[in-house]
């Protein structure tokens, strides 16, 4: 009896510990693209940033990109982010992943607008903007900031 109590309780914890993981994915707010090479997620505003960021992060490039900084010890060029009211759009030094393949697939041809950003998914790659116009459009082949 005192077997199959046990394992009834690490049964239990084993649900626990992944609850949070599939709460966050059914309320992720983002997409990825039908190549499964890029995830895109809304990075909500808080106390260090007042506006919420779009981030972006490919998974495969062809490309090579720039130089590390030297002020980076983490992952480089394959993320990139653009604020709400951001005049820029940059590439991130990181050590996490937007990857999440719970996301919706964004089809080619289509367009997403949420939360004051819209993104376009084409065979070519995907272009996405803030309201303002600048944003970023990543490929295997190209990425780019604008």
């Not at 060029?77 to 050590?95: E, K, W």
């Given at each position: 009896?005192?077997?199959?109590?046990?394992?009834?309780?690490?049964?239990?914890?084993?649900?626990?510990?992944?609850?949070?993981?599939?709460?966050?994915?059914?309320t992720a707010s983002g997409f990825k693209t039908p190549s499964n090479n890029i995830f895109c997620i809304i990075e909500p505003a808080d106390e260090s940033q007042p506006d919420s960021d779009l981030r972006c992060d490919i998974q495969q490039m062809s490309s090579k990109p720039r130089p590390i900084p030297k002020d980076c010890p983490l992952s480089w060029?394959?993320?990139?982010?653009?604020?709400?009211?951001?005049?820029?759009?940059?590439?991130?030094?990181?050590?996490d992943t937007t990857r999440n393949d719970?996301?919706?697939?964004?089809?080619?041809?289509?367009?997403?607008?949420?939360?004051?950003?819209?993104?376009?998914?084409?065979?070519?790659?995907?272009?996405?903007?803030?309201?303002?116009?600048?944003?970023?459009?990543?490929?295997?082949a190209v990425q780019k900031v604008f």
């Open positions: 009896m005192i077997a199959a109590q046990r394992a009834i309780v690490v049964s239990v914890v084993s649900i626990a510990a992944f609850l949070p993981s599939i709460a966050a994915a059914q060029g394959d993320a990139f982010s653009i604020g709400q009211n951001s005049n820029s759009s940059i590439r991130l030094c990181h050590g719970e996301l919706m697939v964004l089809p080619y041809g289509s367009e997403w607008n949420q939360g004051g950003f819209s993104c376009k998914s084409q065979t070519s790659g995907l272009t996405c903007v803030n309201r303002k116009g600048h944003g970023f459009m990543i490929s295997r």
